[in-house]
């Protein structure tokens, strides 16, 4: 609020001005001086810190649903936050990433352009040996990656994309396709080196492995929607009442939700020289008896009892008991 002189004060001011005490063109040079601001021409600064908080606020509800599709798609602990949310132009990102690296190009449909989902090296080496039934160690050396990685990786990376596009859709509804993958960021010029862009930095733990998510959307992809990108505006959408429709949205995703399901015929411990000297034709027993239900699991947990059979011409598995919060209790 504008504070009101009295008129004993305006008295004073006046009779300061007439004598000299106040320098009227001194306050003049010093208000013209308060109103200059730097200006990097060479990184301008074209987004709002109003949209960037809602950048940020999209990109961590794209963390929460990352760490879960992680945690049950590699069946390993996974935690993702957003760490930054920043401005930069193209060549500053390009000239920081790392050779070999592992770069996702993605058409952002239906916006104009291609965006960059840049994972550290060492996380997609995790990926793929968690994928191949490993514990999911740190490599002492990144190295290249084989074109038989690069396959099991982009499987990993095409559902990534559609999170991506999950996280997005109070915005806009997104169809976003994964294009490519590039593991040199020379051949990953998606714009000019002086085009801005939003680089949305996120950590990402994969079992005890550490590294970074980076995505980095260009300016004119993000341009068609910045004025959707306010808090103001995302609060009025993100705060309106969960309604029916919304509800039965849920539920279909729910139960069209695939999860693996697994019948466990049994298992044993062997030593090395063992493994080592099997040979078709050798026989090993398992630690259950022959007429022992099997355990069925439903991801890592084992949630169902079975009997082993067959149905038609496949094995098939008839349930006995289920489990239900740790507890067993018959059907």
């Not at 291609?114 to 514990?135: E, K, W, Y």
């Not at 009997?307 to 598995?317: E, N």
Request: aromatic share 6%; proline share 4%; net charge negative.
């Amino acid at each position: 609020m504008t504070e009101i002189l009295s008129q004993n004060e305006i008295d004073a001011l006046l009779n300061a001005l007439s004598s000299g005490e106040v320098d009227v063109k001194e306050m003049q040079e010093e208000e013209e001086r308060v109103r200059i601001r730097e200006y990097d021409f060479k990184n301008p600064q074209k987004i709002a810190k109003d949209q960037l908080k809602t950048l940020e606020i999209i990109h961590e509800k794209f963390a929460r649903l990352l760490q879960t599709f992680l945690s049950g798609y590699l069946r390993t602990t996974s935690k993702s936050a957003v760490e930054t949310v920043d401005q930069y132009a193209y060549s500053e990102y390009g000239n920081a990433i790392s050779n070999p690296s592992f770069l996702s190009i993605v058409n952002f449909e239906p916006l104009g352009g291609q965006i960059v989902v840049d994972i550290s090296p060492n996380l997609a080496f995790v990926m793929i040996d968690r994928l191949l039934g490993g514990t999911g160690e740190n490599p002492d050396e990144v190295r290249g990656f084989t074109e038989i990685e690069l396959l099991l990786l982009k499987r990993v990376m095409k559902k990534v994309v559609e999170i991506v596009a999950e996280a997005w859709e109070d915005v806009i509804f997104l169809t976003p396709r994964l294009e490519k993958i590039e593991t040199n960021s020379q051949f990953a010029q998606i714009v000019s080196p002086n085009e801005t862009v939003t680089l949305i930095t996120l950590s990402l733990t994969v079992g005890e492995a550490e590294g970074f998510i980076n995505i980095c959307i260009p300016h004119m992809v993000l341009e068609p929607v910045l004025n959707k990108l306010s808090t103001k505006l995302w609060f009025s959408l993100t705060s309106r009442p969960v309604t029916e429709e919304d509800r039965d949205t849920i539920k279909q995703k729910i139960e069209n939700t695939k999860v693996p399901v697994i019948a466990e015929l049994g298992r044993t411990v062997l030593n090395v020289g063992e493994i080592l000297s099997l040979r078709r034709g050798d026989v090993f027993a398992l630690d259950d008896t022959a007429d022992s239900e099997l355990k069925i699991k439903v991801g890592p947990y084992t949630k169902f009892h079975g009997k082993a059979g067959k149905s038609k011409k496949r094995l098939a598995v008839k349930i006995t008991k289920a489990y239900k919060d740790g507890e067993e209790i018959d059907e």
